[in-house]
């Protein structure tokens, strides 16, 4: 089984619903991670978490919304989707190991978003 | 302007060819650079990491990082179609949460 899984894998929405891309993992990690990747554009951060009972907003968090249920657990929610928001979403994690570290990312499959 | 720039291509190489990768960035702070790889409909996957200046070496893959020149580079010996994917390159300082990610460059290895 895969360590980081994302549900759904492809979803397309109309504008001003709400949706919740939901990310779960399996190597023990602290913190978490939601990017959305567009074309030209790379990876950019939305919001991250090193525990539980930390959520931080990235570059672009405006629009959305997170929830870290369980260490495990760490959902991302649209609370009125637009057609901007039409993108790849990715979850990723990494292992804090107690000492300075590359922050190696592990991704999930991404799940791909359309706001019609 | 973006803290870490990166080429989108499409780069498009024979087989076999040798193929140079690269990354030029502004924060002089960051010390630790990565690549990773994306196959089509995958999420990103960690290739290769160098710690500050200097080389790296794993198999057909080359990292190089040129910090006075805020320069880093990937090359790939003897190119594979298998090879063909995205490229990203990601950086990060000391004591920093965030790994701030180029825009990848798509690489074609032709048969």
């Known amino acids: 089984d895969a360590d980081v899984t994302q549900t759904p894998r492809n979803r397309i929405t109309k504008t001003g619903k709400r949706i919740m891309l939901e990310c779960s993992q399996t190597?023990?990690?602290?913190?978490m991670y939601w990017y959305r990747q567009d074309p030209g554009l790379g990876l950019r951060l939305i919001y991250y978490?090193?525990?539980?009972?930390?959520?931080n907003k990235g570059e672009i968090s405006d629009g959305y919304s997170v929830s870290r249920q369980a260490q495990a657990k760490f959902s991302l929610s649209l609370e009125s989707a637009i057609p901007n928001q039409t993108a790849l979403y990715f979850c990723?994690?990494?292992?804090?190991?107690?000492?300075?570290?590359?922050?190696?990312?592990?991704f999930g499959p991404g799940t791909r978003l359309t706001v019609l | 302007q973006k803290e870490v720039e990166q080429d989108p291509g499409p780069l498009s190489v024979p087989e076999g060819a040798i193929v140079s990768l690269n990354c030029t960035y502004s924060?002089?702070?960051?010390?630790?650079f990565m690549w990773y790889r994306q196959y089509s409909r995958k999420g990103p996957e960690l290739l290769m990491y160098?710690?500050?200046?200097g080389n790296k070496e794993d198999g057909r893959f080359t990292a190089q990082v040129d910090k006075s020149s805020k320069y880093i580079s990937l090359f790939i010996r003897d190119s594979q179609p298998s090879d063909s994917a995205t490229y990203l390159c990601?950086?990060?300082?000391?004591?920093?949460?965030?790994?701030?990610f180029g825009a990848g460059t798509r690489l074609f290895v032709k048969a």
């Open positions: 990723a994690t990494s292992g804090s190991e107690g000492r300075e570290s590359t922050d190696t990312q592990y």
């Open positions: 190597k023990g990690h602290d913190r």
């Open positions: 978490s090193f525990d539980v009972k930390d959520i």
């Open positions: 924060n002089s702070a960051f010390q630790y």
């Open positions: 160098t710690y500050s200046s």
């Open positions: 990601a950086m990060r300082s000391p004591g920093g949460f965030k790994t701030i």
